[in-house]
């Protein structure tokens, strides 16, 4: 993608962090427990993972070791208010990155997969907060139709990876190969990230 100021960058990882928010805010008490298409996370484990990463994404920009990342990640942040947890982490992300003062893209981060720059940080969290809209979609049976310009922004970002994608453990087996350029762009980044509409990851 090319490059822009912090803002512009951001209005993504927000307009992403709204239609995930919107989702869960849809969330009935009785469907917290029920599955979804990332195999062993049911509802409210998949937001738990949406909640953590992002918090984990925002200690990194603000200057966080690996070490203190990764205890993130073990830190339950739902308690007993899924909903008021995911939308003060998701804005705390989002003006976290908001107030980087330089370009993203000189700013390094220590993230448990390796050195990055807050640039490539901000395209993974877009990334997940878009793919796991859909997923936690499907799970409460909502409209699984997501932001078209989201879908190309991530499809871009995540194209690259096709060829070793289903190695990394995180995407499922990776694309099917059953999806020729015809095909809609949401069905191939979600075939790119190996889920399979209708079949769990």
């Known amino acids: 993608m090319p490059p822009s100021t912090t803002t512009e960058t951001t209005s993504s990882l927000r307009r992403a962090g709204d ?29 738990g993972h949406v909640v953590a990463s992002s918090a984990m994404a925002t200690a990194l920009v603000r200057g966080a070791s690996r070490n203190a990342a990764i205890a993130l990640l073990g830190v339950d942040e ?19 990155f908001d107030d980087v003062d330089r370009p993203l893209a000189e700013l390094r981060c220590d993230h448990p997969a390796g050195p990055m720059s807050a640039r490539q940080l901000l ?12 997923d936690l979609a499907v799970a409460i049976s909502a409209d699984t139709a997501l932001d078209p310009d989201l879908v190309e ?26 999806l020729d350029d015809e095909a809609p762009l949401q069905a191939r980044l979600l075939d790119l990230t190996g889920r399979r509409p209708g079949r769990r990851v």
């Open 123 to 134: 395209d993974f969290r877009v990334g997940d907060l878009v793919v796991h809209t859909w």
């Open 78 to 96: 739902l308690g007993d208010d899924p909903f008021d947890a995911v939308c003060r982490v998701l804005d705390d992300q989002a003006r976290a």
């Open 19 to 47: 239609g995930f928010t919107g989702l869960v805010a849809k969330v009935g008490a009785d469907q917290w427990d029920l599955p979804t298409p990332c195999p062993d996370w049911p509802v409210r484990q998949l937001v």
């Open 153 to 178: 922004e991530v499809w871009g970002a995540m194209r690259p990876m096709t060829a070793f994608i289903g190695q990394l453990g995180v995407f499922g087996a990776g694309p099917s190969g059953a």
